[in-house]
Protein backbone atom coordinates (compact mmCIF):
# COMPACT_ATOMS: atom_id res chain seq x y z
CA UNK A 1 0.00 0.00 0.00
CA UNK A 2 1.83 3.21 -1.15
CA UNK A 3 2.72 5.30 1.96
CA UNK A 4 0.35 8.70 1.78
CA UNK A 5 2.75 12.08 2.59
CA UNK A 6 0.81 13.88 5.74
CA UNK A 7 -1.20 17.08 4.95
CA UNK A 8 0.88 20.34 4.81
CA UNK A 9 0.19 21.94 8.35
CA UNK A 10 -2.06 25.45 7.11
CA UNK A 11 -1.55 28.17 9.19
CA UNK A 12 -4.63 30.75 10.15
CA UNK A 13 -4.68 34.70 9.97
CA UNK A 14 -7.01 34.90 13.23
CA UNK A 15 -7.12 38.14 14.84
CA UNK A 16 -7.21 36.36 18.38
CA UNK A 17 -4.03 34.07 17.55
CA UNK A 18 -0.21 35.57 16.95
CA UNK A 19 0.37 37.79 13.77
CA UNK A 20 1.00 35.77 10.23
CA UNK A 21 4.27 36.11 8.71
CA UNK A 22 4.15 35.06 5.36
CA UNK A 23 7.23 33.02 4.53
CA UNK A 24 8.03 32.27 0.41
CA UNK A 25 10.84 29.89 -0.87
CA UNK A 26 11.28 28.90 -4.34
CA UNK A 27 11.28 25.58 -6.04
CA UNK A 28 14.09 24.15 -7.80
CA UNK A 29 15.61 26.07 -10.64
CA UNK A 30 16.05 23.36 -13.75
CA UNK A 31 19.57 24.41 -15.01
CA UNK A 32 21.24 24.86 -11.39
CA UNK A 33 22.80 22.47 -9.17
CA UNK A 34 18.93 22.60 -7.67
CA UNK A 35 18.24 20.38 -10.67
CA UNK A 36 19.14 17.57 -7.59
CA UNK A 37 15.27 18.62 -6.93
CA UNK A 38 16.83 20.77 -4.11
CA UNK A 39 16.70 24.59 -3.31
CA UNK A 40 17.28 25.92 0.44
CA UNK A 41 14.70 28.51 0.30
CA UNK A 42 12.15 25.95 -0.34
CA UNK A 43 13.87 23.89 2.69
CA UNK A 44 13.32 26.75 4.81
CA UNK A 45 9.89 27.73 4.28
CA UNK A 46 8.96 24.27 4.56
CA UNK A 47 10.89 23.69 7.79
CA UNK A 48 9.37 26.72 9.68
CA UNK A 49 6.22 26.69 8.27
CA UNK A 50 3.77 26.46 11.37
CA UNK A 51 6.56 27.52 13.50
CA UNK A 52 5.83 30.34 16.59
CA UNK A 53 8.75 33.10 15.81
CA UNK A 54 8.76 35.91 18.01
CA UNK A 55 5.11 37.22 18.05
CA UNK A 56 5.05 35.47 14.23
CA UNK A 57 3.50 32.92 13.46
CA UNK A 58 4.91 31.40 10.48
CA UNK A 59 3.14 30.74 6.94
CA UNK A 60 5.87 28.83 4.86
CA UNK A 61 4.42 28.45 1.33
CA UNK A 62 6.55 27.36 -2.15
CA UNK A 63 6.54 29.75 -5.16
CA UNK A 64 6.70 28.33 -8.89
CA UNK A 65 10.26 29.70 -10.42
CA UNK A 66 8.56 30.89 -12.99
CA UNK A 67 8.46 34.78 -13.78
CA UNK A 68 4.87 35.14 -14.55
CA UNK A 69 2.98 32.52 -12.59
CA UNK A 70 5.60 33.32 -9.15
CA UNK A 71 3.67 36.64 -9.01
CA UNK A 72 0.16 35.14 -9.52
CA UNK A 73 1.22 32.73 -6.68
CA UNK A 74 2.27 35.38 -4.35
CA UNK A 75 -1.30 37.14 -5.08
CA UNK A 76 -3.28 34.40 -3.96
CA UNK A 77 -0.89 33.71 -0.96
CA UNK A 78 -1.70 37.70 0.32
CA UNK A 79 -5.27 37.25 0.34
CA UNK A 80 -5.58 33.95 1.78
CA UNK A 81 -3.34 35.03 4.71
CA UNK A 82 -4.05 38.19 4.79
CA UNK A 83 -0.33 38.44 6.36
CA UNK A 84 1.25 41.35 8.80
CA UNK A 85 4.51 40.63 7.29
CA UNK A 86 6.03 39.08 4.03
CA UNK A 87 9.90 37.75 3.88
CA UNK A 88 10.73 36.75 0.31
CA UNK A 89 13.76 33.70 0.06
CA UNK A 90 15.80 32.72 -3.11
CA UNK A 91 18.89 30.77 -3.13
CA UNK A 92 21.86 32.86 -4.30
CA UNK A 93 24.44 30.24 -5.70
CA UNK A 94 28.54 31.38 -5.41
CA UNK A 95 27.31 33.66 -2.17
CA UNK A 96 29.19 32.84 1.21
CA UNK A 97 26.49 34.59 3.61
CA UNK A 98 22.68 35.59 3.70
CA UNK A 99 22.26 38.21 1.68
CA UNK A 100 19.70 40.70 2.82
CA UNK A 101 18.19 42.61 -0.55
CA UNK A 102 18.51 46.08 0.29
CA UNK A 103 16.60 47.27 -3.62
CA UNK A 104 14.35 45.79 -6.05
CA UNK A 105 14.75 46.96 -9.60
CA UNK A 106 11.76 46.94 -12.46
CA UNK A 107 13.15 44.81 -14.98
CA UNK A 108 14.18 41.58 -15.88
CA UNK A 109 17.47 40.11 -18.00
CA UNK A 110 18.49 36.48 -17.42
CA UNK A 111 20.73 34.53 -19.98
CA UNK A 112 18.40 31.41 -19.04
CA UNK A 113 15.05 30.69 -18.87
CA UNK A 114 12.71 30.20 -15.74
CA UNK A 115 11.30 26.67 -15.12
CA UNK A 116 8.21 27.14 -17.96
CA UNK A 117 10.72 28.07 -20.81
CA UNK A 118 10.29 31.86 -20.99
CA UNK A 119 13.44 34.14 -21.15
CA UNK A 120 13.78 37.62 -20.23
CA UNK A 121 16.52 39.45 -22.04
CA UNK A 122 15.66 43.07 -21.00
CA UNK A 123 12.38 44.31 -20.51
CA UNK A 124 10.72 46.64 -17.64
CA UNK A 125 8.33 44.57 -15.28
CA UNK A 126 6.13 46.91 -14.79
CA UNK A 127 6.16 49.85 -17.60
CA UNK A 128 4.17 52.11 -15.43
CA UNK A 129 6.23 51.82 -12.25
CA UNK A 130 8.94 53.19 -10.62
CA UNK A 131 12.40 52.08 -11.70
CA UNK A 132 13.23 50.68 -8.17
CA UNK A 133 11.96 50.10 -4.65
CA UNK A 134 13.60 49.57 -1.28
CA UNK A 135 12.52 46.94 1.22
CA UNK A 136 10.70 47.76 4.18
CA UNK A 137 12.80 45.54 6.90
CA UNK A 138 14.85 46.54 9.10
CA UNK A 139 17.80 45.28 6.92
CA UNK A 140 20.45 46.63 8.92
CA UNK A 141 19.36 45.35 12.58
CA UNK A 142 18.75 42.14 10.56
CA UNK A 143 22.36 41.69 9.03
CA UNK A 144 23.78 42.96 12.62
CA UNK A 145 21.60 40.55 14.85
CA UNK A 146 23.02 37.60 12.35
CA UNK A 147 26.73 38.46 12.29
CA UNK A 148 26.05 38.57 16.32
CA UNK A 149 25.41 35.26 16.42
CA UNK A 150 28.17 34.40 14.67
CA UNK A 151 26.40 33.64 11.40
CA UNK A 152 27.95 35.05 7.66
CA UNK A 153 25.74 38.00 6.85
CA UNK A 154 25.23 40.92 4.34
CA UNK A 155 23.56 43.77 2.56
CA UNK A 156 23.27 43.27 -0.73
CA UNK A 157 22.37 45.95 -3.07
CA UNK A 158 21.17 43.48 -6.29
CA UNK A 159 18.70 41.33 -5.99
CA UNK A 160 19.52 40.02 -9.95
CA UNK A 161 17.39 40.04 -12.47
CA UNK A 162 15.89 37.01 -13.32
CA UNK A 163 13.02 35.43 -11.10
CA UNK A 164 13.59 36.26 -7.07
CA UNK A 165 13.90 40.01 -8.06
CA UNK A 166 10.94 39.72 -9.97
CA UNK A 167 9.23 38.66 -7.34
CA UNK A 168 10.77 41.43 -5.33
CA UNK A 169 9.89 43.78 -7.12
CA UNK A 170 6.32 42.74 -7.75
CA UNK A 171 5.79 42.13 -4.03
CA UNK A 172 6.91 46.27 -3.06
CA UNK A 173 4.76 47.03 -5.87
CA UNK A 174 1.94 45.24 -4.40
CA UNK A 175 2.68 46.69 -0.96
CA UNK A 176 2.95 50.23 -2.08
CA UNK A 177 1.48 52.80 0.55
CA UNK A 178 1.04 50.00 2.87
CA UNK A 179 2.33 49.44 6.31
CA UNK A 180 3.57 45.87 5.94
CA UNK A 181 7.12 44.94 6.72
CA UNK A 182 8.17 43.07 3.88
CA UNK A 183 11.48 42.37 1.32
CA UNK A 184 13.67 39.57 0.45
CA UNK A 185 16.80 37.45 1.49
CA UNK A 186 19.22 35.38 -0.76
CA UNK A 187 20.55 32.13 0.99
CA UNK A 188 23.50 29.91 -0.49
CA UNK A 189 23.78 26.62 -1.77
CA UNK A 190 23.45 23.74 0.51
CA UNK A 191 26.84 22.14 0.86
CA UNK A 192 25.14 19.15 -1.59
CA UNK A 193 24.80 21.34 -4.01
CA UNK A 194 28.04 23.02 -4.14
CA UNK A 195 29.83 19.83 -4.74
CA UNK A 196 28.21 19.71 -7.91
CA UNK A 197 29.22 22.43 -9.44
CA UNK A 198 32.99 21.13 -9.90
CA UNK A 199 34.50 24.31 -8.40
CA UNK A 200 36.38 23.47 -4.77
CA UNK A 201 35.66 26.50 -3.65
CA UNK A 202 32.21 27.01 -4.12
CA UNK A 203 30.88 28.84 -0.96
CA UNK A 204 27.69 26.54 0.40
CA UNK A 205 26.17 26.57 4.24
CA UNK A 206 24.17 23.82 6.14
CA UNK A 207 20.53 24.16 6.18
CA UNK A 208 20.63 24.15 9.74
CA UNK A 209 22.26 27.35 9.84
CA UNK A 210 20.50 28.67 7.34
CA UNK A 211 17.17 27.65 9.58
CA UNK A 212 18.78 29.41 12.39
CA UNK A 213 19.86 32.75 10.06
CA UNK A 214 16.04 32.89 8.75
CA UNK A 215 14.55 32.75 12.50
CA UNK A 216 17.28 35.22 13.60
CA UNK A 217 15.59 37.53 10.97
CA UNK A 218 12.48 37.07 11.85
CA UNK A 219 12.95 37.99 15.60
CA UNK A 220 14.32 41.16 14.80
CA UNK A 221 10.69 41.76 13.21
CA UNK A 222 8.75 43.78 14.50
CA UNK A 223 4.68 44.53 13.32
CA UNK A 224 4.04 47.92 11.92
CA UNK A 225 1.96 50.39 14.11
CA UNK A 226 -0.91 51.08 12.63
CA UNK A 227 -2.96 53.65 13.34
Request: net charge positive; charged share 20%.
Amino acid sequence: MPLVPPPKTRVTNSRKSSKTLLLTGFEPFGDDPGALSLNPSLSIAQALNGQKIGVWRVAGEVLPCEFGRSVRVLKTLMREYEPEAILCLGQAGGRSAISIERIAVNWDEAALADNAGVLRTGQAILKTAPAAYFSTLPIHDMRDALLEAGLPAELSSTAGHFVCNHVFFSLMHMLRGQATPAGFVHVPYLPEQAKLTGAAQTPSMSLGSMNAAIRCVIEKLAPSKKP
